[in-house]
């Protein structure tokens, strides 16, 4: 985005721009001050967990003990992820609070977490085959004999293959712009998901709001988030961040501006950028980008393996990658470093959507999950490292892509010039600055140029 001042950095860059008939993927920057949240009720909503298990085929009936046996030897799902900071936990940390600045791990703790990692990912394959089993022997009875289970078994089949997520539907306050006609529109929110894998500082999608329209508002002028978000769907918008260095602000005002109009990235970047942004997510949904990158040579288990935390640690690496091309850290920007322990994070307090309970990863738990640092323990794991890293080198090297001709939207001209310019055959020529402002509203997506002759005298 463009910025109300003259030097300031870019912010962010918008990832859920539409592929066809809206504006073009725009960048953000600052302008006003801001108002404190007004906090409110927070609700759940569910999202899937992990591959769904096939159910078991059931041959003969199983009696009522024989399924009370199968559900005694399962956890449930949140038992299961629990086990991640209790039965795999590590015994020591992976890096101490004084060496977080060098990122000197300890090997012989990297090793031992390399193995508890491991080992809950085995669990957690076993687990799930064995509840299919258990619930297919469960379907199989009558509801007589269902009746005859012990309440506390059969609810560890309830829920299945999902557990509850985190919707957090606080109610924001909203800025106002500095005048009716000003271009600097866009209110930055805070963090929607938070990626539990470091890359410099914790990679995360953001909320975004147009806080001229009506619509997004409730009674009180406040803006609270409707539901989880789908894609031209919600009151908000889903952007990364567009500049490794400069942190993104809740106080100021933003506009959106084309990437091509931007001065911070040349064109060959900006249709990187592009590429990289509409081929991701939430762009396209998880299911659709997994597609595409085996559609287009990406490793088919590696991306069937893709959790949406490292999805949102890759697609941000590789904008930062072409975002801070003329930086001197800019190959430092692709490589994975570490991960948090993100469930004890109590420092990202604006986290609309908590997704930790739709994956099953292993974080460094060292210490039973007793959180005593400001800043969460970290972890060096390979096989993340790997899914990670090739993730970002599939998405850089993906083909620069134009935008298409109705992507580019103005709904805000600005005059430069107070002259007409004389042309040839009677045209007359005048100077035109003009400023992307592409709104939520229907009405701003459009422009009208009149053309007027007035008599000499």
């Not at 031992?112 to 687990?127: D, L, P």
């Not at 009746?147 to 539907?169: G, H, M, R, V």
């Not at 100021?252 to 249709?271: G, P």
Request: net charge negative; aromatic share 10%; glycine share 4%.
């Amino acid at each position: 985005m463009d910025e109300g001042g003259e030097d300031s950095e870019p912010q962010i860059e918008d990832a859920s721009e539409p592929a066809a008939d809206e504006a073009d993927e725009p960048l953000a920057e600052s302008q006003t001050e801001d108002e404190p949240a007004v906090e409110a009720d927070e609700t759940e909503t569910e999202l899937e967990t992990s591959d769904d298990a096939e159910p078991a085929d059931v041959t003969a009936s199983e009696t009522v003990d024989e399924v009370i046996e199968l559900l005694t030897q399962i956890d449930s799902l949140q038992e299961m992820q629990d086990k991640r900071k209790t039965e795999f936990a590590a015994s020591q940390r992976a890096i101490s609070s004084a060496d977080y600045a060098s990122n000197d791990f300890n090997e012989e703790a990297l090793a031992e977490h390399e193995e508890m990692a491991a080992a809950y990912e085995a669990y957690v394959a076993g687990m799930f085959v064995m509840r299919a089993e258990a619930k297919a022997a469960y379907d199989a009875l009558t509801p007589e004999e269902q009746a005859e289970i012990p309440e506390e078994l059969a609810a560890k089949l309830e829920p299945y293959d999902k557990l509850d997520t985190y919707f957090n539907q606080r109610a924001y306050s909203v800025l106002t712009p500095e005048s009716a006609d000003s271009p600097y529109i866009y209110q930055l929110i805070g963090a929607y998901e938070c990626s539990h894998h470091g890359c410099g500082e914790i990679p995360a999608s953001m909320a975004l709001i147009d806080v001229t329209d009506p619509t997004i508002l409730n009674e009180d002028g406040n803006w609270v988030p409707d539901k989880l978000y789908e894609y031209g769907d919600c009151n908000y918008d889903i952007v990364y961040c567009s500049d490794a260095h400069p942190s993104p602000s809740t106080t100021n005002l933003y506009k959106r501006i084309n990437l091509e109009n931007s001065t911070y990235y040349s064109r060959s970047a900006a249709r990187k950028l592009r590429a990289i942004v509409i081929n991701s997510y939430p762009f396209v949904t998880m299911e659709e980008m997994k597609e595409f990158l085996k559609e287009n040579g990406f490793d088919a288990a590696m991306a069937d393996k893709l959790d949406r935390s490292e999805i949102i640690a890759g697609v941000q690496m590789a904008i930062w990658y072409y975002a801070n091309i003329g930086n001197a850290d800019h190959n430092d920007l692709i490589n994975y470093k570490y991960t948090f322990n993100n469930y004890k994070n109590p420092w990202m307090p604006n986290r609309i959507h908590q997704f930790q309970n739709e994956i099953w990863t292993w974080w460094d738990a060292a210490g039973n999950g007793q959180f005593s640092a400001w800043r969460p323990y970290k972890t060096y794991l390979s096989d993340i490292q790997e899914r990670i890293d090739s993730l970002v080198e599939f998405l850089t090297s993906l083909p620069g892509q134009d935008p298409d001709e109705n992507q580019i939207l103005i709904s805000d001209v600005q005059i430069t010039r107070s002259q007409l310019i004389p042309g040839s055959n009677g045209t007359y020529s005048v100077g035109l600055k003009v400023i992307l402002n592409h709104g939520r509203v229907t009405s701003n997506d459009s422009i009208v140029l009149r053309a007027e002759v007035y008599p000499e005298n």
